[in-house]
């Protein structure tokens, strides 16, 4: 479970996001928040074994190894988009207003990764493991611009909020 979700009620990361008054916990809330944003790093790296299995699965053309490794992976993305979308994105939009057009192409290149996913578990329904491997390929690149270009907002966002 995300640290910010452990000490932090909704209503606390609503009245932070939205900047309405606080109480002397504010700190301590920022910081709490400032660091739940850094683990977005942490769960990028957290999914990646998860794409050389699928690499495996395909070297040795186990269509099942490779739609079962899918299944958890679509999974894992499909948890951290939400959890971006609801909490991340707009706690950092909370700590500086100025990155709203970078966020929400953020978040629409979700929608189409979770397009992107489908397709791909398509490929392993008819056992195009040819297909699928391409394809994969084309998603793990453009999933990976992705993260680069979202950790770099956030090193921005939250390095240039104090
Ligand atoms: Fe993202
Ligand atoms: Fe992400």
Redesign the pocket.
């Known amino acids: 479970m995300p640290e910010l979700w452990k000490h932090t009620s909704c209503t606390e990361v609503g009245a932070l996001v939205q900047g309405r008054p606080m109480d002397s916990k504010e700190t301590g809330l920022r910081y709490r928040v400032k660091r739940a944003i850094r683990q977005?790093g942490e769960?990028?790296r957290h999914l990646r074994p998860i794409f050389e299995e699928i690499r495996g699965a395909i070297e040795q053309t186990d269509t099942h190894q490779a739609r079962e490794a899918l299944g958890r992976l679509q999974e894992g993305l499909e948890a951290?988009?939400r959890l971006?979308d609801l909490v991340f994105f707009p706690a950092l939009h909370g700590l500086h207003s100025g990155h709203s057009e970078g966020l929400e192409m953020?978040s629409r290149e979700h929608v189409g990764f979770a397009d992107a996913l489908r397709r791909l578990g398509m490929h392993l329904e008819s056992s195009d493991l040819a297909g699928f491997g391409r394809d994969f390929d084309a998603f793990a690149g453009s999933l990976s611009a992705?993260?680069e270009h979202?950790e770099r907002l956030v090193a921005d966002v939250v390095g240039g909020s104090d």
Do not use: P, S, W
Request: proline share 0%.
């Open positions: 977005m769960q990028h951290h988009f971006e953020l992705h993260e979202e």
